[in-house]
């Protein structure tokens, strides 16, 4: 059974740091592309970054300079480091796995990232 579980997510203040992580089991995670995506409220779900098998990254324009997306293969384990945070930050972050960049079809359950003072 393919599981993809996120962790770290809270409230931080406005320019504040935050590091996600995302442990998938029942996949050979060095094999997938990986990514984050975010849904705030009311808005549709976006692209945060995305990390390719090979270790090709690609951030949105929001947070490019801001984030950082990583993997440990070893620890079958996704990471966002999220830095100088802004309340547009606030979101539902989902990570997502797949056979190619275009084809993420395992979703994780999400963790509420909130950016308020």
Do not use: H
Not at 3 to 26: D, F, I, K, R, W
Not at 78 to 99: F, H, I, N, R
């Amino acid at each position: 059974q393919v599981q993809l579980v996120e962790s770290g997510g809270g409230l931080v203040q406005p320019g504040g740091s935050l590091g996600l992580s995302c442990v998938a089991s029942g996949i050979t995670f060095r094999l997938y592309a990986v990514g984050w995506y975010r849904q705030a409220p009311g808005k549709q779900r976006e692209l945060v970054a995305t990390l390719s098998s090979y270790g090709n990254s690609d951030y949105a324009d929001s947070v490019k300079g801001r984030f950082t997306i990583s993997r440990d293969n070893d620890k079958n384990t996704l990471y966002l480091q999220m830095s100088s945070l802004k309340p547009e930050d606030t979101a539902v972050y989902y990570c997502a796995a797949g056979p190619t960049l275009r084809e993420f079809n395992r979703w994780g359950q999400g963790t509420q990232v909130t950016v308020s003072s």
